[in-house]
T-cell receptor
Framework: QKEVEQDPGPLSVPEGAIVSLNCTYS??????FMWYRQYSRKGPELLMY????GNKEDGRFTAQVDKSSKYISLFIRDSQPSDSATYLC???????????FGTGTRLTIIP | DGGITQSPKYLFRKEGQNVTLSCEQN?????MYWYRQDPGQGLRLIYY???????QKGDIAEGYSVSREKKESFPLTVTSAQKNPTAFYLC?????????????FGSGTRLTVV
């Protein structure tokens, strides 16, 4: 079993819909949780990060962490075609060291 | 502007050749990482370095080698011992201390065996 599991998709939704992306993990030592966005043939870029459990909002993006269930989510409201990308979750037990990545979910927003 | 630069963007390797992928950062980051990305497998860690002249193997180090002679530079050599080198290679860097910031990634090098 992988330490971090992420549904690879692909996921297609119409423009304006709410998107929910999820990861589960098995290592209870993970405390730092991040979401990256990767456009085709580019490097990933950090979207959001959270520490421990709870919610964090940034514009149209909301990150949620439920440590009791070992489950994290990224919600995208009012989705736009420019949100079409692969989204990777990442987590670590020690801050910026040794991130463990999910496999990524490929998302397409249909105009 | 500060950033992390990978070169070349595309690289073709013949069977039995060693090739070196360049990674340079001007962010004054301590740690640098090499990942390999294949479809459906996410990012797999090849090597990482937290300090000059020191580096550690990741999950898939066989057939690869690295050096860290300068803080800014972390080149990756794909040797002929790597049997399936065709992939997208990503270099990343970060500051280990000083708050959560995740990794900064380069734009990647796509390596193809011909």
């Amino acid at each position: 079993q992988k330490e971090v599991e992420q549904d690879p998709g692909p996921l297609s939704v119409p423009e304006g819909a709410i998107v929910s992306l999820n990861c589960t993990y098995s290592n209870s030592a993970f405390q730092y949780f991040m979401w990256y966005r990767q456009y085709s043939r580019k490097g990933p870029e950090l979207l959001m990060y959270t520490y421990s459990s709870g919610n964090k909002e940034d514009g149209r993006f909301t990150a949620q962490v439920d440590k009791s269930s070992k489950y994290i989510s990224l919600f995208i409201r009012d989705s736009q075609p420019s949100d079409s990308a692969t989204y990777l979750c990442a987590m670590s037990a020690q801050g910026n060291e040794k991130l463990t990545f999910g496999t990524g979910t490929r998302l397409t927003i249909i105009p | 502007d500060g950033g992390i630069t990978q070169s070349p963007k595309y690289l073709f390797r013949k069977e039995g050749q060693n090739v070196t992928l360049s990674c340079e950062q001007n962010l004054n980051h301590d740690a640098m990482y090499w990942y390999r990305q294949d479809p459906g497998q996410g990012l797999r860690l090849i090597y990482y370095s937290q300090i000059v002249n020191d580096f550690q193997k990741g999950d898939i180090a066989e057939g690869y080698s690295v050096s860290r002679e300068k803080k800014e530079s972390f080149p990756l050599t794909v040797t002929s011992a790597q049997k399936n080198p065709t992939a997208f290679y990503l270099c990343a860097s970060t500051l280990i201390q000083g708050g959560i910031r995740g990794y900064t990634f380069g734009s990647g090098t796509r390596l193809t065996v011909v």
